[in-house]
């Protein structure tokens, strides 16, 4: 068995679902290892666009079959909802996709503990996407949680009723928090459990390895800065987004991984709260905000812009053993007469080219190289040959910078405005 990983190197958005579409027909299976529906991967083909939230993005490719590992939290009801407008739109899935009886429900309750969480907090937010993620994981890890697999009981409800009734007594004591839609939204959840029952509910650890001559994609979410290690915490997601994660997110031994696919943007975006040492809260920034259609396709936040963070993305590429590079969202800087990366911070007085241990904004200063821009329309063009002559030195340097071969271009929104080098 051969197993790529292919996974954000930024925070998030960096447009994963369109590469993992793009690539998924030259693999048996793709597994998705990490997160929940805090992500939102668009996938853009024949004039639809799709948004996947937890189904793996290889979904849309019919001989390729499509697992939802045991590292992601799976909430019943957002899944539904994906699968009914995959039903709209003559999306056949029900062969093809595969839940791992270890990934973990999130109950109407977490989602409550993370709303009152966030009030709590106030100015001091992390920017959660109020999904309910954190506590599930927290319940994870404090071996409290339900998962896939406890559906299949005959206790099943009792078990849910008694993780309910703990949460509301944390709910009531230490938040006095109380939502009054609970009943309703219970009973919408356990409808949507059934939905559950009906798909391909596996060992998924069994199920991927059973075929010595599988060729796997496990698919990463959120991004590389947001891994709950080694991101910029305490502003991060609540799983580890990194490479490594993979393993224990789909249940493969390390030997068996390949390649590392790292996605990155040609500019850098985050949503929520953090630092952000490049971000630009000007002209510029709005344009590529505006240009780049730069808002969460899962909160429906703007996301703040800013320019290419090397040192940055030179981290991400080192903790994650990075062997091929994909830059996305080229086509946005087109028009730009001049484009700014960021090679070096300027911190407590000295020069430095690598990620502190506190990332902020007010102890770093960028230090920027220019390029010139270019004016040409690239949406059309399907070689690296044809596109213009700056945006060649831009991705050059950029290769040079990182040590690593950036082997496909994208220069659009669709599947097809792809260039594979």
Not at 272 to 296: A, V
Request: proline fraction near 4%.
């Amino acid at each position: 068995m051969k197993v790529d990983i292919l996974l954000g190197l930024q925070w998030g958005d960096e447009g994963k679902g369109k590469i993992v579409d793009f690539l998924g027909k030259k693999y048996n299976l793709i597994g998705r290892f990490q997160g929940g529906p805090n992500a939102g991967h668009t996938i853009k083909f024949n004039g639809n666009t799709h948004v996947l939230h937890t189904i793996p993005s290889g979904i849309f490719q019919k001989k390729t079959k499509n697992l939802i590992g045991n590292g992601v939290v799976i909430d019943p009801i957002i899944f539904s909802k994906e699968l009914e407008k995959l039903h709209e739109k003559n999306i056949v899935f029900e062969k093809n996709l595969f839940i791992s009886r270890k990934a973990h429900l999130i109950l109407p309750t977490h989602r409550y503990l993370d709303a009152a969480s966030e009030l709590e907090k106030g100015k001091k937010k992390v920017g959660s996407t109020l999904k309910g993620i954190g506590p599930t994981y927290m319940d994870k890890t404090g071996r409290n949680g339900l998962r896939i697999g406890d559906i299949e009981s005959k206790d099943f409800k009792n078990k849910f009723q008694a993780l309910s009734k703990k949460h509301n007594k944390i709910l009531k004591k230490y938040y006095n928090y109380k939502n009054p839609n609970q009943k309703k939204d219970e009973a919408i959840w356990l409808k949507s459990i059934n939905n559950l029952k009906k798909l391909n509910i596996v060992d998924g650890e069994y199920f991927i390895n059973q075929n010595k001559e599988n060729k796997v994609l496990a698919e990463g979410a959120q991004g590389t800065l947001l891994d709950v290690d080694f991101g910029s915490y305490p502003f991060v997601t609540s799983s580890n987004t990194v490479s490594a994660s993979a393993c224990i997110g789909l249940g493969v031994a390390p030997n068996k991984i390949k390649k590392v696919i790292g996605i990155f943007k040609a500019y850098c975006t985050r949503v929520g709260s953090g630092p952000f040492p490049t971000e630009l809260n000007d002209k510029i920034g709005k344009r590529i905000q505006k240009d780049g259609h730069e808002f969460g396709s899962t909160t429906g936040r703007s996301r703040r812009c800013g320019w290419l963070d090397l040192p940055a993305l030179k981290y991400a590429t080192i903790i994650n053993g990075v062997t091929d590079l994909v830059i996305t969202k080229i086509d946005v800087l087109t028009n730009l007469s001049t484009i700014k990366i960021c090679t070096h911070y300027e911190y407590s007085g000295k020069k430095i080219d690598y990620l502190p241990y506190e990332l902020n904004n007010k102890k770093l200063k960028p230090i920027y190289k220019e390029f010139k821009g270019w004016g040409e329309n690239i949406s059309t063009e399907t070689k690296f040959e044809q596109l213009p002559k700056n945006l060649k030195k831009y991705i050059q340097f950029l290769e040079k910078e990182l040590n690593i071969p950036i082997k496909i271009v994208s220069v659009g929104p669709d599947r097809k405005e792809t260039i594979y080098r």
